[in-house]
């Protein structure tokens, strides 16, 4: 798939350690987020196994450089959960959440999924409910309540 600023692929090998620092710099554009990550430095993590098993995929920019990434793991028997969805700061708005959300979901029914879930902050909300998802509850994690929403595809 390609887009104005580049094309989504596959993850690489070796790339988690730019995804990570992509993904710190992301997060902390919300002010929520920045004492979470202080505290719990480890939050931060894209485990060369999801890259190994092609789980994660980026958006590029020139030079094939990642300016975002999605991370789809499947939770259930037709349930995939969307654990991680980061875009540069200089990127927020730009389309490029959308084109790797959207890339999600085609990946989520093409694995036979029904459903996607996630769990997010505060101020991602209108961004998944814009793309059709329905908030559900608010949920307890490691880092404080949380929203946990869902897609049925």
Same mark, same amino acid.
């Given at each position: 798939m390609s887009t104005a600023v580049g094309r989504v692929r596959e993850a690489r090998p070796g790339e988690a350690s730019v995804l990570e620092a992509l993904q710190r710099r992301s997060a902390a554009v919300w002010e929520e987020d920045r004492a979470v990550l202080e505290a719990h430095p480890d939050a931060i993590s894209v485990p060369a196994r $999801?890259?190994?098993?092609?789980?994660?995929?980026v958006v590029t920019a020139d030079a094939d450089r *990642? &300016? +975002? @990434?999605?991370?789809?793991? *499947?939770?259930a028997e037709g349930e995939c959960e969307l654990d991680a969805l980061f875009v540069e700061p200089e990127h927020i708005g730009s389309g490029l +959440?959308?084109?790797l959300l959207l890339d999600a &979901?085609?990946? $989520?029914?093409?694995? +036979?999924?029904?459903s996607v879930f996630v769990v997010s902050g505060p101020g991602a909300l209108g961004f998944y409910e814009r793309? +059709? @998802? &329905?908030?559900?509850?608010s949920v307890p994690t490691r880092f404080g309540p949380a929203l946990q929403l869902h897609l049925r595809l």
């Open positions: $999801a890259i190994a098993e092609r789980r994660v995929r *990642p &300016v +975002g @990434f999605a991370t789809l793991l *499947p939770v +959440g959308r084109v &979901v085609e990946r $989520a029914r093409a694995a +036979g999924a029904s793309h +059709g @998802f &329905v908030l559900l509850d």
